[in-house]
């Protein structure tokens, strides 16, 4: 089966600054990847979400890239702020084999003010 | 609010007892998935139910089982508890991909057990 791999595990960033978080992938069939936020006490939320068509996806301060022959994507989030400290996810899928995601272990976000 | 509603919020029981989580999917989606989220681990695909019959099948122990009723809500029984039992149970509901709807789960908030 597919597996996901995140780092890193814990990340520490100044207000202001960016933040990165990257996931890599075993299996080449899997061809959609979201991101999902969780905050203390809450289900994890989508954020945003790339198919394997596509490289690069931005929506305001949060943006993904694919890099489908090195199997990695990764998350950036530029001009950080203190909102932005949870635990994100990165998760695949193979829309063809089934309806299951594999998740990453998870990075928690820390923004210092 | 998510959509997907999860009861109960919290559930304290001891070791040895069986208990139900029950969830409500997102109107419209016929998929219902069930994770363990556990201290410092990530999120354990447990089961998939889709329109009433099960998908798939992750790492779910012999003691814990699910159903998904013709309303479509689910069902989550975990029998003989044990303290390793203790964690968070998250329910998702998503539309069939065939439908290219909609790609991503939506999350419940949560059960949160813990075993005594």
């Known amino acids: 089966g597919e597996n996901v791999e995140q780092h890193p595990s814990t990340l520490s960033v100044q207000e202001g600054d960016s933040a990165v978080i990257k996931c890599t992938y075993s299996d080449s069939a899997s061809n959609y990847f979201p991101w999902y936020k969780q905050e203390l006490g809450k289900g994890p939320q989508l954020i945003i979400d790339i198919r394997s068509n596509v490289g690069e996806k931005k929506d305001q301060r949060i943006a993904v890239t694919l890099n489908k022959t090195a199997k990695h994507f990764s998350l950036h989030i530029t001009e950080t702020q203190p909102e932005d400290s949870a635990v994100y996810f990165c998760?695949?899928?193979?829309?063809?084999?089934?309806?299951?995601?594999?998740f990453g272990t998870g990075t928690s976000l820390t923004v210092i003010p | 609010d998510s959509g997907v509603t999860q009861t109960p919020k919290h559930l304290i029981t001891a070791t040895g007892q069986r208990v139900t989580l029950r969830c409500s999917p997102r109107?419209?989606?016929?998929?219902v998935y069930w994770y363990q989220q556990s201290l410092d681990q990530g999120l354990q695909f447990l089961i998939q139910?889709?329109?009433?019959?099960?998908?798939a099948k992750g790492n779910i122990l012999e003691r814990f089982s699910a159903q998904q009723f013709p309303d479509l809500h689910s069902e989550l029984n975990l029998s003989s508890l044990e303290l390793g039992d203790s964690a968070l149970y998250f329910c998702a509901s998503s539309v069939d991909v065939r439908d290219r709807g909609n790609y991503g789960y939506t999350f419940g908030s949560g059960t949160r057990l813990t075993v005594v």
């Open positions: 139910y889709y329109n009433g019959e099960e998908r």
């Open positions: 109107s419209g989606d016929l998929s």
């Open positions: 998760a695949a899928r193979d829309d063809f084999s089934g309806n299951q995601f594999y």
